[in-house]
């Protein structure tokens, strides 16, 4: 089945940087679109980043702009998030999906 793991949340300092992974397994990941979402407390979930199935093209949410990079290694059916310049805003549970399917989670707080 399905398998989505993430890891590399934490607890940070503004202007700190933490990495996010997200292993995949149970479906061709090179094959899929990938994103990672989000879900603030007392919040829905938000879209923040998208990478194309070969890495070529990436999206990214305007206030992450800039600051987050996505990446994936489809040799390691891996994905990634690279978050610069963390911000009180950005904590938030952050899961990987493929569109059908999303992990657990990795939970990400910034604070002083």
């Known amino acids: 089945q399905v398998q989505l793991v993430e890891s590399g949340g934490g607890l940070v300092q503004p202007g700190g940087s933490l990495r996010l992974s997200c292993v995949a397994s149970g479906f061709t990941f090179r094959h899929y679109n990938m994103l990672w979402v989000r879900q603030a407390p007392g919040q829905g979930l938000e879209w923040v980043s998208s990478?194309?199935?070969?890495?070529?093209?990436?999206y990214y949410k305007d206030s992450v702009k800039g600051r987050f990079t996505i990446s994936r290694d489809n040799a390691k059916n891996t994905l990634y998030l690279q978050m610069n310049d963390l911000k009180f805003e950005d904590t938030a549970v952050y899961y990987c999906s493929n569109d059908a399917h999303r992990g657990q989670g990795t939970q990400v707080t910034v604070s002083s």
């Open positions: 990478i194309s199935s070969d890495g070529s093209n990436t």
